[in-house]
C-alpha cells in the first residue's frame, strides 16, 4: 500500500510538472510555479526510493518507467543512472543498461564499481573481451578491489587463459582471505591444469569458509576422478545436489565456468551405482 501511494505521489507530480512544459504560447496556459533545482532533486530521490522497492517486487517495468522520470528531473544523478541500469538488467535489456552505466561513467569516470558493473552485462552477453577491457580500466583506479579480481579471472576462464585466470584469482584471495569464490575458482582453473593435489586444496579451503555446494560437488569430483571412491566423495556430492539440484547438469556447470574436464568428471561420478538415486531426483527437481 505504501508503494502505491507514493507513486499515486509521484505521478501527480508528473502531471503538474509535464503541464508546466505545454507551449506557453497556448491561449490559456495555466499558471504554475516552475520547481527550483532542490525541489527537482528531492523529487527524483523520492521517485528512486519508490523505483528500486519495485525492483525488489520484481517490478522492474514500473521502475524503468519512474526511474526515466527521475533522470529527466536530475540527470546528473549516478544513482539513478545505476539503479535504471539495474532495472533495465533484469528485464534482459542489456544494451539499454549499458548505455544507462555509460551515462553515470561520464558523470564519474573514477568509479570502478560502474566498470565492474558493465563488465558483468558484457560477460553475460558471452563477450569477455569488452569485459575484461572494463574489468582492468575499473582496477586501474582501485587495485585493491578483490571483487574487481575475480571477475577478471572469470573472463579469463571464458577466454580459456588458464594461467592468467590463476594470477587473477590468487591477487583475488590474497586481498581478501576469506572470499571462498576466488579460492573456488583457484581450484576449478588448477583441475584443468591437471594440478589435482592443489585443487584439493583449495575447494576444502573454500569449504571451510562456506558451506556453499559448488566447492562441495567439485572437491566429491576430484576425489573421484583421483581413484578416491570413498564415503567422502558420495556424502559432499549427494549434500552438493540437494542443496543445488541444478549441478546435475552439464549446461549449468558450465555456466559456473566449470572446465570440461571437471564437467567430464562429475559426469562419470553421477554414472556411479552409489549416486543414482540422488541424480535422478536432482533431476526431477529442477526440470
Known sequence: MKIIINIFKVLVY???????????????FPQINEPNQQELKSTAKQIEKTAIQLIELN????AIRLLKLAVKLNPKEISLWISLA????RIDKSYEALESLTQATELRSDEPSIYFR????YMNLNDPNKAKILIK??????KNDERGYFQLGNAEIMLNNYTSALVAFKKSSK???????SINNEGLVLYELNNYKKAIIKFRSAIKISNDPEPMLALATVLYSSNNK??????????ALKSNPKYVWKEYQAKQLWGKKLQKSAQLLFKNPEMKKIVKEAKEKSQ
Open 59 to 62: 517490478q522492474n517495468e514500473e
Open 230 to 239: 570413498s564415503n567422502e566423495s558420495f556424502n559432499l556430492a549427494k549434500i
Open 14 to 28: 508528473l502531471v503538474l510538472f509535464e503541464s508546466f512544459l505545454i507551449d506557453k504560447s497556448a491561449a490559456f
Open 137 to 142: 580500466k575499473g582496477l586501474s583506479i582501485n
Open 175 to 181: 586481498i581478501n582471505s576469506k572470499f571462498w569464490q
Open 86 to 89: 539495474e532495472a533495465q538488467y
Open 118 to 121: 558493465q563488465a558483468s552485462i
